[in-house]
């Protein structure tokens, strides 16, 4: 990887090094991106030699022997989205060829529902990032390549988006939209070749029965785009307890009432320690961004896409050097307005103790005019 980011000619390269003998196996590839990743490569440049390397070892990976995935376990139920993805990209393709043959409204109208139908399918990537990634971390000493995958999926999110924005336009440009249609349909392919043939069967062989079933129980939860799933049992000793009491200066509360009191405000709250480590999230009735209980453990910065890392750190370290006390941004998500704030978290000697993550959709509060000082249901 190092040599084709150097500009040396790959499949030479592949070739002296004998990545295409048969002792090859998938496992071969992870070591190589968290060298990079730890010799600080552009990231870009890490994207275009993966992609190079993946295409020289196409046929090597694909002949590579797959381990069947029990049915409707996790990697199953992922395997089946991937195939009806797949067949929505299939499907897309005739329209693409049409408006390169006529633009007009019909087509640029089947586009936008298609389009909009694959933008549905990015939540299959957010389960990857919020399931799959924490556990995957917590088990591979190689685990970098996880960074790289979550790159690709935005790049897939924005070129979803600019797509539809594109065909919403009056000024329709069919050169820009044949690259980003061109890019999408590479992206997303290239995504799930290296979910089946290097992804999954490496999880296979290193996760236990337990691990599998604890991501599938989250899976549940979230759900996928477009395969139903079972409802799964959670497995957990977790049983609040009425007798365990919270006292605090201000009042006091059952370990069940915190809970409730949490999942019931309006917010969504994360907590990160000291130590840059997830420790907590609430868990109200609608979320704005999706958390499962496999990020508690997690170092906060590999709950973000890479791109957002340097942003995430410059907060954390400003919070630690006392700089600052907060952080705010906020987004339009669909018809949502997202604010998201970031707190210091500091003890009563001013120590730094963490930081507080707090999520609000606020479209609704935004819209508040004059008073209201009675009751109106």
């Not at 990545?19 to 190589?32: E, Q, R, T």
């Not at 907590?280 to 957002?308: D, L, Y």
């Amino acid at each position: 990887m190092v040599g084709i980011i150097e500009g040396i000619n790959g499949a030479k390269l592949v070739e002296e090094l004998g990545m295409k003998a048969d002792h090859f196996i998938p496992g071969d590839v992870l070591g190589s991106f968290d060298l990079l990743f730890a010799n600080k490569s552009d990231l870009t440049k890490i994207k275009t030699a993966s992609n190079k390397l993946f295409n020289i070892l196409y046929e090597t990976l694909k002949a590579y022997p797959n381990i069947q995935a029990a049915k409707n376990s996790f990697i199953d139920l992922l395997i089946q989205d991937n195939a009806i993805i797949q067949q929505k990209l299939k499907a897309l393709k005739p329209f693409v060829k049409k408006i390169n043959q006529k633009i007009d409204p019909e087509s640029k109208t089947h586009l936008i529902q298609k389009i909009t139908e694959l933008e549905k399918f990015t939540a299959h990537y957010t389960v990857k990032e919020n399931i799959l990634f924490p556990i995957l971390e917590a088990h591979w000493n190689e685990h970098d390549c996880l960074k790289l995958m979550w790159s690709f999926h935005d790049d897939i999110r924005q070129n979803l988006k600019k797509i539809l924005a594109l065909l919403g336009s009056e000024n329709f440009e069919l050169k820009t939209f044949n690259t980003l249609a061109g890019l999408l349909f590479f992206n997303m392919s290239t995504i799930i070749f290296r979910e089946e043939r290097i992804l999954f069967p490496i999880m296979m062989e290193t996760l236990n029965e337990n691990k599998q079933q604890q991501m599938l129980f989250e899976l549940s939860e979230m759900g996928l785009p477009f395969v139903k799933i079972p409802k799964q049992i959670q497995q957990t000793d977790y049983q609040p307890s009425n007798d365990n009491i919270i006292k605090l200066p201000t009042g006091e509360f059952t370990i069940e009432q915190a809970e409730l009191i949490f999942n019931h405000l309006p917010v969504d709250i994360t907590f990160v320690d000291e130590n840059n480590t997830v420790r907590f999230f609430s868990a109200p009735k609608h979320r704005i961004f999706p958390r499962t209980a496999a990020i508690i453990g997690r170092k906060v910065q590999n709950c973000h896409p890479p791109e957002s890392v340097e942003t995430v750190n410059r907060i954390v370290e400003s919070f630690k050097k006392g700089e600052k006390e907060s952080a705010s941004f906020w987004l339009h998500m669909g018809p949502k307005f997202v604010l998201i704030q970031y707190f210091a978290v500091r003890d009563k000697n001013d120590k730094y103790r963490g930081v507080l993550e707090v999520s609000q959709e606020i479209s609704e509060i935004q819209e508040l005019k004059g008073d209201r000082k009675l009751l109106d249901w």
